[in-house]
């Protein structure tokens, strides 16, 4: 897509800019068909694990960070709150606040994988990384270090898909928004990458309870 | 509470609104934790979880505006699963010899 | 035999001042960095191609070891022989093959519309394709992988030598190029239709192409976890799949048949577009039941997804899981025959002609009903139980794939040649290449069967001696299938210097694709066409036909 700040055209294929942005913002749902069925697979195999072997994990599952894990959830819901604002910003011309709203979701999901490197740290302590440092705590069989597997694959999956995230709104912020691309016309681009933000955040919906409030009571 | 979908009228307090609602439902979840609720627990954490999902889907990610094609798309990936959840159980509900009781020496 | 279309058609148009697709730039930055999906359907016409040759070297090698009890190879070698074959064919030749060429090429053109949704995601899709493809090259060179295209755990994850990390790596990746084609077509078939082109208007390979881009959204990323999870467990040591741990390898195989069927379905979908667009244009005939059709197609992409576990009935799964997944296997065969009958009477009364295209059609929908009615037989547990893991097995799914795919795929060559390349072939030899395919392809696979039957166990290396009259014949059937493959590489590379330019319609055929110049301009349209009607308005009495934009032609 070219244009200057002043006047910006649909790509040949498209009838309009309105079509354009429809289109796109179909397109990242349609992405998200697949980004659901793959984390959803995932969480199949931890409900299959969860179901036939709980009581180890009720018991591997006590060592997971529960400060760290809630103040993600926080931050991470508080950026999708940042981002939406931030839409409804780049559409009514508030170039402004849009810009410090998209800083302020950066640096939330900054301090998101803050917080989670700093928890890798202290399950590195709690001895809870299979291969690497791991011991089973007092009463846990076997399938116990079933629940650190999927803890580790899925929390890093997760990072990994923030940090894509956190990627895109620089490049909304350093490349788009700077050459004068995303206007009340058009503000479909940040809209696709919000909604993409936001299904982050809802993966994490999900992997909060799978890993944090399990054999808590 | 009828939100504005389109973004060049919506107002932020309904946002913030939700927001919190959302914050609340996260300390529900973990409340109920801490209750000796069994089994009841995790599928009360899930459903809270599905509403807070279709919170962010149909006002934070606008699944309300246009155009409608778009709920297809929401839903399918959730549907689909269903398959994989549901049809892998008819095995696993009743095969002899699940859950492994026995773990075997790896040779 | 009458004569054939090429021949009643009038020559092509003098090379007109327009530049089409191929001459617009010709620079190799402009065929790199294309937006345009006519190139990169190309593109990808080039990668396939390379892959099948190189999945169809691996096969020459296990014919010839096959051809005596002695063998050829070693059988550490052997082993890896059929998992790179199965490898490469699969997912370097087979799931992109109509979709990424003909799919490219035509859908937008089909549905009146001057590209794709997002034409970066298409070129896109080829790099990754691309980066797979030399992920699965640096596996192969390197000592391949020995686990079957399959991977099963615990082999796969504990036990196996070889480079089967980078080969699930290539999955990986490459089922990025899946997931961004499939997104692409799904996109651009909701929003970017003409004006007029309804949905039950849409020629069926756009149906065809939608439900395999259904199928791969769905289906791929349940295989981009386990081959994740796979990559975990054998290189970090994350054992999910680890019995030690309480894990279980058959969750591995469940995960990996719940995209690995409907996959199989991925590769027979648009073959089932391509053969509903030649049957009806060489018939004259409408074809019968057009909504059955499409519901048909959709149905099948939906039931592939209830099946898997017919691939697991003597792994390990509880008996009543079996029996469901057995009675849905039954199920997922009505929409196919229900396809089967309709292309034969489409057939009845029309004026046939029996040009190379339509041999290929004719001969897909023999060799896929071959291949379904065994694939019933396979899901009938009592039979299953016997003969599954046997040569029946292999050469149930190889009527499928090759006998029915490839044949469908060069049906599709022979169709939209003069399209894409404005150039005529030479007639006579290429009805004689698609009577010898379906020769060799019978003579290689058809033994395949008796063998099953007979007790012979695949991907093994050897076999007792009484079989080998089975098994050399099934190898002399492979070389005269390589022949017949070899041969349109030959003839259609001829083409592209001293064929007859090509009309517009040089077989009088209704679709969009067909109202603009062959090859077309870059934009396809000069105008958006408006969509009059729907499609196969052939007229078997007099030969005439309504393209869909309304123009009326005379027989």
Not at chain 3, 411 to 437: D, N, Q, V
Request: proline share 5%; hydrophobic share 55%.
């Amino acid at each position: 897509m070219r244009g200057s700040a002043a006047v910006l055209r649909p790509e040949p294929q498209y009838a309009s800019l309105d079509q354009q942005g429809d289109v796109a913002q179909v397109g990242m749902w349609v992405f998200l068909v697949n980004e659901t069925i793959f984390f959803g697979a995932l969480i199949f195999t931890y409900f299959l694990y969860r179901t036939f072997y709980s009581h180890d994990f009720d018991i591997a599952a006590k060592d997971a960070v529960l400060w760290c894990g809630s103040v993600n959830f926080a931050l991470l819901v508080t950026s999708s709150l940042t981002m939406v604002l931030a839409i409804n910003a780049a559409a009514q011309g508030r170039r402004r606040a849009m810009i410090w709203l998209l800083v302020a979701t950066v640096a939330l999901g900054c301090l998101f994988l803050g917080v989670k490197g700093f928890e890798y740290y202290l399950d590195y302590q709690d001895k809870v990384v299979p291969v690497v440092n791991y011991q089973a705590k007092p009463g846990e069989g076997p399938a116990g270090e079933l629940f650190w597997f999927f803890y580790w694959v899925a929390t890093g999956l997760h990072a990994i898909h923030l940090t894509i995230g956190i990627g895109l709104v620089l490049y909304m912020l350093l490349w788009r928004i700077r050459r004068g691309e995303i206007t009340p016309a058009y503000f479909a681009p940040l809209e696709v990458v919000g909604i993409y933000w936001s299904f982050v955040d809802t993966v994490w919906l999900f992997l909060y309870p799978c890993i944090y409030l399990v054999g808590r009571s | 509470m009828t939100m504005e979908t389109d973004p060049r009228r919506a107002r932020a307090l309904p946002f913030v609104l939700w927001w919190l609602i959302l914050l609340a439902l996260f300390g529900a979840s973990i409340v109920v934790a801490f209750l000796s609720l069994g089994r009841l627990a995790p599928i009360i954490q899930f459903g809270i979880a599905a509403i807070q999902t279709a919170v962010l889907f149909i006002l934070f990610m606008r699944l309300k505006g246009p155009p409608s094609l778009k709920w297809v798309f929401a839903v399918s990936g959730f549907f689909w699963l269903l398959f994989l959840f549901g049809l892998s159980m008819t095995d696993y509900s009743n095969r002899q010899g699940w859950p492994l009781t026995h773990y075997a020496k790896r040779l | 035999m009458s004569v054939t279309t090429a021949e009643r058609v009038p020559q092509g148009d003098p090379v007109s001042a327009v530049p089409n697709y191929l001459t617009a730039e010709n620079t190799i930055v402009s065929w790199l960095f294309t937006k345009d999906h006519k190139r990169i359907a190309l593109l990808f016409f080039a990668s396939i191609t390379f892959f099948f040759f190189v999945g169809g070297f691996a096969a020459t090698m296990m014919r010839l070891n096959l051809a005596t009890p002695e063998g050829l190879l070693q059988p550490a070698v052997y082993n890896r022989m059929f998992t790179m074959h199965g490898i490469i064919m699969v997912w370097f030749f087979l799931i992109p093959s109509i979709p990424a060429t003909f799919g490219n090429f035509f859908i937008p053109m089909m549905i009146g519309a001057r590209d794709l949704a997002f034409p970066r995601i298409n070129l896109a899709s080829w790099y990754v394709f691309n980066l797979s493809g030399l992920v699965v090259l640096y596996a192969l060179v390197m000592g391949g992988a020995n686990t079957g295209w399959t991977f099963y755990t615990p082999l796969s994850t504990i036990y196996a030598n070889g480079y089967v990390f980078a080969a699930a790596l290539a999955v990986f990746i490459n089922g990025f190029s899946s997931i961004m084609t499939g997104l692409n077509f799904v996109v651009t078939i909701h929003r970017m239709r003409a004006p007029g082109m309804t949905w039950m208007r849409l020629p069926l390979f756009v149906w065809g192409i939608y439900a395999v881009s259904v199928v791969m959204l769905t289906a791929t990323p349940v295989l981009a976890m386990d081959t994740f999870l796979l990559g975990a467990e054998r290189f970090l040591g994350l054992g999910l799949f680890d019995p030690t741990h309480g894990g279980d390898p058959l969750l591995w195989q469940h995960m990996f048949w719940f995209y690995s069927h409907p996959a199989v379905y991925i590769m027979i979908l648009p073959g089932m577009g391509v053969v509903s667009e030649i049957i009806p244009c060489y018939a004259r005939r409408p074809v019968f039941g057009y909504a059955g059709m499409t519901i048909a197609l959709m149905s099948i992409a939906i039931l592939s997804f209830f099946v898997w576990a017919h691939h697991m009935f003597v792994a390990g799964i509880s008996i009543y899981s079996a029996i469901v997944f057995s009675l849905m296997t039954f199920f997922v065969a009505v929409p196919s025959a229900i396809k089967v009958f309709n292309w034969t009477v489409t057939l009845h009364k029309g004026r046939i002609v029996f040009d190379a295209a339509m041999l290929y059609a004719l001969g897909f929908v023999l060799l896929f009903t071959l291949g379904g009615v065994t694939g019933l037989m396979l899901a009938t547990l009592a039979v299953d139980v016997d003969v599954h893991g046997t040569y029946f097995v292999v050469a149930h799914f190889h009527y499928i794939m090759v006998g029915a795919t490839v044949s469908a795929f060069f049906g599709a060559l022979h169709y939209w040649w003069p399209k894409m390349t404005g150039r005529m072939f030479p007639e006579g030899i290429a009805r004689f290449a698609a009577i010898l395919t379906y020769i060799g392809f019978n003579l290689t696979f058809f033994p395949q069967f008796v063998l099953g039957y007979l007790g012979m166990p695949r991907r093994s290396y050897t076999y007792p001696a009484q079989w080998q009259s089975w098994n050399l014949l099934s190898s002399a059937g492979a070389s005269i299938l390589a022949i017949a493959y070899l041969l349109p590489l030959c003839y259609l590379g001829w083409s592209l210097f001293k064929g007859r330019k090509a009309a517009a319609n040089p077989w009088g055929a209704t679709g969009l694709e067909w109202t603009t110049p062959s090859p077309p301009p870059q934009h396809n349209f000069k105008r958006t066409p408006v969509v009059e009607l729907g499609p196969y308005s052939y007229n078997p009495e007099d030969g005439s036909y309504i393209s869909q934009d309304g123009t009326a032609h005379a027989g």
